[in-house]
């Protein structure tokens, strides 16, 4: 059994996000200089917190995420692994648009939001599909690097899993000895909350509003989730989920 702690990002602010345009995939701008600033904040709140594997999406905004990385005392040397699979959710026709006017296209279908998807862009049940690629292949690389780490059995959560965090950069990190920093997008991230809540069933952190579960998190807020891998000789399975805490901005200052 291996317990491994994904540790997920949203990528900083871009010029984008500060003009109120939908970005998507086919618009892979850079970070602004607010969104440098928020890397090197959420990695100088990080950076006595020992990751053994990065993986970030391809895009340009999240590969600068490397920030963080560059400012870990135990591993700025770590190699980090692009993943298209964690690439932002495409919005078709509304990338390079105004937010609000996929607001409006949303209205106009008599659709919520997050549910809508404009013509030539991804349903939320595709971008499902791509997290579970990516939850597979991660589950994958760390079994094959922690093989010989790994005894038959079933292991238990670190005690202190079940108390509330203290608020601190290690919190549900005690004795675990796998630890994942990914880095994903916006949309992505929400999506991906209703997947551990609603589809793996992961049980809500203590004292959370249910409101706040998919919310969209704010530019590098920070979530964390113990995931428990039974490894046998076939593909390493999901034994179990938790998870510690959601939108995490305690880096950023108001």
């Known amino acids: 059994v291996i317990l491994i702690i994904p540790f997920c990002f949203t990528s900083g602010e ?3 996000n500060k003009d109120g345009l ?20 959420a990695g100088q709140y ?9 993986f970030i999406s391809n895009m340009k905004r999240a590969k600068q995420i490397k920030i963080i990385v560059r400012n870990n005392r135990t591993c700025h040397d770590i190699e980090l692994v692009a993943d298209p699979s964690l690439k932002e959710r495409s919005f078709g026709i509304a990338e390079g648009g105004r937010v609000i006017e996929m607001k409006n296209m949303a209205k106009a279908a008599g659709q919520p939001l997050p549910e809508f998807t404009p013509l030539e862009g991804e349903t939320m049940e595709q971008v499902k599909v791509r997290i579970k690629d990516f ?5 994958h690389r760390i079994a094959n690097e922690y093989q010989d780490k790994i005894q ?16 601190l950069p290690d919190d549900g990190v005690l004795n675990v000895p796998v630890h994942a920093l990914v880095v994903g997008h916006g949309a992505y991230m ?29 530019n590098t807020g920070m979530y964390r989730f113990l995931i428990t891998l039974k490894c046998s000789n076939a593909d390493p399975a999901l034994s ?15």
Request: hydrophobic share 35%; aromatic share 8%.
């Open 14 to 16: 871009t010029q984008c």
């Open 22 to 41: 939908l970005q998507g995939q086919k618009i892979d701008s850079p970070l602004s200089e607010i969104g440098i600033q928020q890397s090197e904040a």
């Open 46 to 54: 990080l950076r006595d917190v020992k990751f053994t594997n990065v």
């Open 135 to 139: 939850l597979k292949a991660m589950f």
């Open 152 to 167: 038959d059995g079933e292991t238990s959560l670190p005690d202190e899993t079940d108390r509330a965090p203290a608020g």
């Open 190 to 218: 929400s999506i991906a909350m209703k997947y551990f809540f609603e589809d793996l069933k992961c049980p809500m952190p203590r004292g959370l509003d249910p409101s706040q579960r998919y919310s969209i998190c704010p």
């Open 240 to 254: 179990d989920v938790k998870c510690v805490f959601i939108n995490r901005r305690d880096h950023i200052k108001a």
